[in-house]
């Protein structure tokens, strides 16, 4: 995933402009129902948060499918169907 501008790319502004853009993902929804963003303005907001997230992931020499699935199973052991189906509940209050 490299690209012209890498050298701009260090860790902290990468992960500053993921924060920007996932909040930017926000807009398309601002005044509508729960459903009703326009779907282009969803797209291009939702393509910059991926793309800033896998240049941070890259630059760290991380796996991306590895760590959803590490972080998914970590989510399964704090969040067992069996205690946690049906509750809001915070993962220590089960």
């Known amino acids: 995933m490299r690209e012209i501008g890498e050298q701009f790319h260090n860790s902290?502004?990468?992960a500053v402009a993921l924060s920007i853009?996932?909040?930017e993902l926000l807009e398309p929804?601002?005044?509508k129902g729960n459903e009703d963003a326009n779907p282009d303005k969803l797209k291009n907001e939702l393509a910059d948060v991926l793309m800033y997230a896998l240049l941070l992931a890259d630059k760290h020499g991380l796996d991306v499918k590895?760590?959803?699935e590490d972080k998914m199973k970590l989510n399964?052991?704090?969040y067992p169907v069996e205690k946690d189906k049906g509750t809001a509940k915070?993962?220590?209050e089960l």
Do not use: G, Q
């Open 66 to 68: 590895e760590i959803v």
């Open 21 to 23: 853009e996932a909040s």
């Open 90 to 92: 915070k993962y220590n």
């Open 12 to 14: 902290k502004d990468l």
């Open 76 to 78: 399964n052991e704090k």
């Open 29 to 31: 929804f601002l005044w």
